[in-house]
């Protein structure tokens, strides 16, 4: 880095700017000065002749009445008296107070039976005439806080003047609002690099190109081609976006620019418009290079419209955002990656050709991402040798990679817990378990009552799910309570991944949801609290199917999603496009659904009685069903003669 300093004489050391504003030696002579001026005060303030103890004025009266004081002095707020030899020595006695000399006690200025009392006695009486209010009182009132006024003024004026000055310009922070609060990563990038990212193979593809731009841009130029203004990254939680803005840092090998959409926001007005100019203006200074957005839908919402109220600062961050955008050159060298997993939110000023030209989505990885993302993050882990990943991986669909990292952190710390040499098999499908289905509640004891039904309950749903082709195959029942809610449950796991689901299928799974109340319909004639959650889901399975699948034959193929206008999104408001008519029609045809197919789930279970019983009386032994045990069991479920809407499309 170039010194700018050179050809100058050197400063002089005691004179260096300080951090705090000033020079080291002006700093010492004002800390001096307040050093005195306390210990000033504090002199002045404890300083006098001795304990003055305050009394009541009555008590103070009776003690003139008494011949115990020996003078008084009247000032305008209070009366001090000095006490004979006689009653300081009585009273230091009773009080143990060795430094009592005087008593004082508020005056009653409307009291005109004192002076009579001190004259009958012939006590000496002097009259004080204080302006103030007590000791010092101008002193501490007006004069102390103008000065400590005066100083932290004075302090403030320098630091800001610091601004302007070869030396106090980098640490200020006063004047500092609208500086970009970007963290800058040089050449050597993050330590993060592509071989780092697994399961996301097309959006590495994308960046990667993103990286040979500024590299090479004359490889893509030479036929007239400009390179992209911006990458946004869409996709769920935990997928990885962010880690992938790390590795372009890595891998770019040009300054990087980091930083969160809140980073912008701040609650002063005008100041994140202010940062997004100075953030682009240092990126331009330094091109190429890459400016990375984490969280964009922070500063990015939808601008408010018809009527609704709006958010005057975050709306001119986000003006500034678009202006700087569309202001870049395409030569510039200067790419913005966003990311965001809201992209139904963000303005569609953003999403426009010229400023996100390209929208990277990072989605949940399929078996095959779940293995490769394991393999990364258990690169550090000890592994015992009959861990196999790609059963781990079988067994989480739907996980992303923050869950497959969790997993692998969890399981060895189960192992480590448990003193083992390394992370087994078993620790990963514990650890698996405590993620799907929580914590295990060893603590929470379920009477005997509790226990026989929960575990009907959950061999009800194994029975049925069991007897089902559309539904996933049982791998574990427990009654073991787990997480917040959780008695007991029923884990199953899919085969393969899957991107499209039956009507069939949609209607096994409502069965198998419906397995546990109607086992306890059956065995206790009553229903009880643990199938909310199943039932919360049978409706959600259910209502999609008549809104938007178009699975109903009365409803017909149609979508009655509710939709959300332009002016209401990202408020959490939305119009209903269907008449109350229609709504009373889907109403009846959910109710009509979840009835014939709890029916059906009745059928299934009565037929299969007495394996019900027996599975019920062997899990409450046990407390856990799995592994060859358990596929004894299904291996004796009677299936349903024939199936209601014929076999499914994927056989």
Not at 207 to 221: A, N
């Amino acid at each position: 880095m170039e010194d700018r300093n050179q050809g100058n004489p050197p400063r002089d050391p005691g004179n260096q700017p300080d951090p705090l504003g000033g020079t080291f030696a002006s700093r010492t002579i004002w800390i001096a000065v307040l050093i005195g001026l306390a210990t000033l005060l504090i002199f002045h303030h404890f300083q006098g002749p001795g304990t003055v103890v305050e009394i009541p004025y009555s008590d103070l009266k009776e003690r003139i009445a008494a011949t115990e004081v020996e003078s008084v002095v009247i000032s305008d707020w209070s009366v001090v008296a000095t006490p004979t030899e006689e009653a300081r020595d009585r009273f230091r006695a009773e009080t143990e107070d060795e430094t009592f000399d005087q008593w004082e006690a508020t005056r009653l200025p409307q009291d005109e039976t004192l002076l009579p009392l001190l004259e009958a006695q012939n006590i000496e009486v002097k009259v004080h005439h204080d302006p103030g209010c007590g000791n010092g009182g101008m002193l501490w009132i007006w004069l102390l806080p103008l000065l400590i006024l005066f100083l932290f003024w004075g302090f403030l004026i320098r630091r800001m003047q610091g601004m302007n000055t070869p030396g106090g310009g980098g640490n200020s922070q006063v004047m500092s609002f609208g500086k970009s609060r970007a963290k800058v990563y040089a050449e050597e990038g993050t330590g993060v690099t592509f071989e780092d990212v697994a399961g996301v193979d097309e959006a590495k593809e994308e960046l990667q190109e993103v990286i040979s731009f500024l590299r090479e841009p004359s490889k893509f130029t030479r036929l007239g081609g400009k390179v992209p203004k911006g990458v946004l990254l869409v996709g769920p939680p935990g997928t990885g976006k962010t880690l992938l803005g790390r590795a372009v840092a890595g891998e770019a090998e040009v300054p990087f620019y980091n930083l969160s959409g809140s980073d912008f926001v701040e609650m002063f007005v005008g100041v994140g418009a202010a940062r997004v100019r100075d953030l682009f203006q240092q990126a331009q200074e330094n091109s190429p290079c890459i400016i990375f957005v984490d969280e964009l839908d922070a500063i990015g919402k939808t601008r408010g419209g018809g009527g609704f109220q709006t958010n005057e600062e975050r709306e001119q961050t986000l003006n500034a955002l678009l202006v700087e955008m569309d202001g870049f050159d395409a030569r510039s060298g200067v790419i913005i990656i966003a990311a965001t997993n809201r992209p139904e939110v963000l303005d569609p000023a953003l999403l426009r050709s010229g400023r996100f030209d390209r929208q990277v989505v990072v989605d949940r990885p399929d078996k095959k991402g779940r293995h490769q993302i394991l393999q990364v993050h258990a690169r550090g882990v000890v592994i015992g040798e009959d861990v196999d990943l790609e059963i781990v991986a079988a067994q989480t669909p739907g996980f992303v990679g923050a869950d497959l990292a969790n997993i692998i952190n969890e399981a060895a710390l189960l192992a480590a817990r448990k003193e083992k040499d390394a992370v087994e098999m078993s620790d990963f499908q514990d650890a698996i378990e405590r993620v799907i289905a929580g914590l295990e509640k060893k603590s929470r004891r379920l009477s005997e009552k509790e226990t026989n039904i929960v575990a009907y309950h959950e061999s009800g749903h194994a029975i049925v799910a069991g007897a089902l082709k559309g539904a996933d195959p049982v791998h574990k029942i427990s009654i073991v309570s787990r997480g917040i809610g959780a008695l007991g449950y029923t884990l199953q796991v899919p085969l393969e991944d899957r991107y499209l689901v039956t009507r069939q299928e949609l209607r096994d799974r409502i069965c198998m949801l419906l397995g546990g109340r109607a086992a306890e319909k059956i065995i206790f004639g009553d229903v009880s609290s643990g199938a909310a959650n199943d039932l919360q889901r049978v409706t959600d399975i259910a209502r999609r199917m008549i809104m938007q699948y178009g699975m109903n034959p009365t409803i017909g193929n149609l979508s009655y999603g509710e939709e959300t206008s332009p002016f209401l999104k990202g408020t959490g408001m939305s119009s209903r496009q269907y008449s109350e008519r229609t709504a009373e029609k889907i109403d009846d045809e959910v109710h009509k659904m979840v009835e014939e197919l709890y029916a059906r789930t009745l059928d299934l279970l009565e037929k299969n009685l007495d394996l019900l019983h027996e599975m019920s009386e062997k899990l409450k032994e046990e407390e856990v069903l799995e592994g060859d045990q358990l596929d004894e069991f299904m291996d004796r479920v009677l299936p349903m003669a024939g199936e209601v809407d014929g076999p499914s499309l994927f056989e």
